[in-house]
């Protein structure tokens, strides 16, 4: 039952708010977007292909031999150089002289600790590289007649701290 004043009248309506003014139309759709195409080409270096010796080629082969004898690795060219990752995830990267480097090396994550453990040990062996050495990565000389059991086991180190607990 609405309700009522003291008289018994009920109170006058309250006034409806204004209707708003009409609205503008629409804007049309924007064109429909090009359909992606099936494969997206992979990405390429826009960095010069390097001019490498015999000699570093065969250093960079033996270092493919250890990184893709691990599970689930694949090997990508970036910045003109090789890298490998496993589940997506860079755990190796060549450096060939990069930048005007002094020497072919190998760049690899580090448990914490260890980056600075090793330039301590041996800083004509191992250094701390550009870009990546502020996350615990180590640079590796290998054009210096590495010990090539402990380049491995590094390397192994490295792809165990990168890969997925089911690709260890």
Known sequence: MPASDSRGKRPAA??????????????????????KPAATPARVSTHPPKVRTAATLALIDRLRAICVALPDVTEQVAWAEPTWRVGGKMFAMCDTYHHGSAHLSVHLPAPPGAQAALIDADPARFFRPPYVGGKGWVGVVLDTAPDWEMVASLVRTAHELIAPPRRR
């Open 14 to 35: 309250r006034p409806r708010p204004a209707k708003p003014a009409a609205r503008a139309a629409k804007p049309a759709k924007p064109p429909p977007r090009p359909a």
